[in-house]
């Protein structure tokens, strides 16, 4: 199985609601490595490119004016598999259909304040890694821990 980066974010209300330190713990005992962070307040005309696969559905508006309303934490992380292990960790967009022991699943109640962005494809992950990070924001290094993760 492939190595793969997927782009992460904590969104305005899990940034808001203190659990930034939850979520990114999760995907680390996991096993995924971080590659990039960063907090910030999304600029209006990023978050239009980030989601302009959305754009024209009744949902737009108030998803843009969501998404700039404060602080993000971005993040890219690393691993096998990376893209399709993290969105079954962050579980259904809708939250109230999210499965027990996801991030929806467990901290969400509306789709409007879903906690938690994560890429749906390799191909969406490098369109977004790229929107959010430089090429040198993301740090190569050797973890030790993936001698113990990976067989
Ligand atoms: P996901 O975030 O699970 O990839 P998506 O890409 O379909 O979901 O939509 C992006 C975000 O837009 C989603 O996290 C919340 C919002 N959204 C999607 N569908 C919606 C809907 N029917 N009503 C309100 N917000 C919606
Ligand atoms: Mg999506």
């Known amino acids: 199985m492939a190595i793969e980066q997927t782009y992460l974010m904590v969104k305005p209300d899990g940034v808001q609601r203190g659990l930034c330190g939850d979520i990114l713990s999760r995907f680390e005992r996991k096993g995924l ?62 939250p109230q259909e999210s499965a027990p022991g996801t991030i929806r699943g467990d901290f969400g109640m509306v789709t409007g304040m879903n906690l938690i962005h994560g890429s749906d494809s390799p191909q969406s992950a490098a369109r977004e890694i ?22």
């Not at 696969?53 to 598999?81: Q, R």
Request: charge should be negative.
């Open 33 to 94: 490595k971080i590659v990039a962070m960063k907090f910030m307040v999304i600029p209006k005309g990023t978050a239009e490119d980030h989601y302009g696969e959305h754009k024209g559905k009744g949902f737009y508006d108030s998803l843009i004016s969501y998404i700039t309303s404060g602080p993000v934490l971005a993040m890219v992380l690393e691993g096998e598999n990376a893209v399709a292990v993290c969105r079954g960790m962050m579980g259904k967009t809708n």
């Open 130 to 151: 790229s929107i959010f990070f430089k090429p040198e924001e993301l740090i190569p290094y050797r973890r030790t821990a993936d001698d113990w993760i990976y067989e």
